[in-house]
């Protein structure tokens, strides 16, 4: 069987391409979607699998700036992977991922990041957990603070259009001091955040944007919908929290105290939260979110010395990596970073590790002790790994990445 993969030439096939992932989801093609979709996503960046002609699957890549310790760096954002059941596991996922880091390398991409539907797949690729998140399900009658909170905003819906000026603000502060997010354009706003189609409430009400200001200047917003129900005559209602984000440790106390205290919510759900979130230490009964871990971002360097060079470090101490990366073998080998500048070396290393294990730290997520502890990295010098965890150490927030994509 001859697999051809390549970019998608029109809507058409786009949305062939698509229901690669989307038949999973029960969707069907959907043209109005498709070219919603495409102001995100270009249709030469949406790859597809082809059998004799036919497209039996799809690999997209989203052209993202990704905030990483220090700064920002271009990032393939993988999204909408998936193969039709009629070819499963005949490598038509392998050449899609081998096609797309080729195009994803020449087009001077860094890195790739994604979320997985598995965290078995896509290890094998090269990609490492960069992060993690949790989910929580708060029940009203434990959702007091530690310490007696005074509000000192005031907090009012925004239609959708006030949305649409109001948010994207707030989260560019946030994405500048917070690895993981990614910079949202105006059409990612108004189709993926702002948008509420009916067939995506899942039995909720519709969005509400709630924003926060304090002394007249805007500094948070929520983003939430009511699920409705009463049993026996009591509210059972859930209060679900798509995204809350706010610009000083204040606001972020004022918008959650905000969105607790909402009548007739029994239980307040959210995910994608970072693991280190502020509400471990302003709830007076932290175990009763029942937070729940699960992997975040997946990071894959597609360049190593071009990745290792676009972030920051802790101390400018020399470092010798030795990187195994099959997949992208021209990563392989021994790279020298020093004040900020990774280059190729024949210097001995002081450690040794698969690419993945390089996505794994990229973000602060993670140290190479850890790694190591989980036999991910190799010390083959003494005091390689305090050496490399002194110059990889996170010096602000871990990564948060508050959207799958
Ligand atoms: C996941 C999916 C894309 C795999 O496609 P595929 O063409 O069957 O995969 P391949 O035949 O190329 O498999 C490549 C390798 O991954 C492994 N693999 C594939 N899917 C896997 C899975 N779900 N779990 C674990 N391993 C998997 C294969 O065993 C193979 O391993 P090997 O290279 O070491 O031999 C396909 O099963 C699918 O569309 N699933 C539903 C949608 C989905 O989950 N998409 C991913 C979104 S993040």
Redesign the pocket.
Known sequence: MAIDVRPTKDLEEFQQAFL??GQ?FGAEPNAERAERFTKNLPLERMLAALDGGRIV?GAGSFPFELAVPGGSVSCAGVT?????PT?????????MMRAQLDDVRERGEPIAA?????E???G?YGYGTASLTGEIALAREHNEYAHAFVPRGQVRFLTFDEALEQLPPIWDRAFERTPGMFRRARPWWEHRIVADPAERREGGGPKRFALLEVDGQAQGYAIYRHHFSFDEGSSTSRLVVNEAVAATPEATAELWRFLLDIDWTATLSADLLPIDHPLFFLLDEPRRMKFRVSDGLWVRLVDVGQALSSRSYANDRELVLDVLDSFCPWNEGRWKLAGGTCERTDDDADLRCDVSALGSVYLGGFTFGELARGLRVEELRDGGLERADAVFRRQGAGPWCPEIF
């Open positions: 690669g992932i999973y699957g909408v992977v998936g193969v039709y070819h499963r596991r005949r490598g038509i996922l392998r050449s994604l979320w997985a539907s598995e078995s797949i896509y094998r």
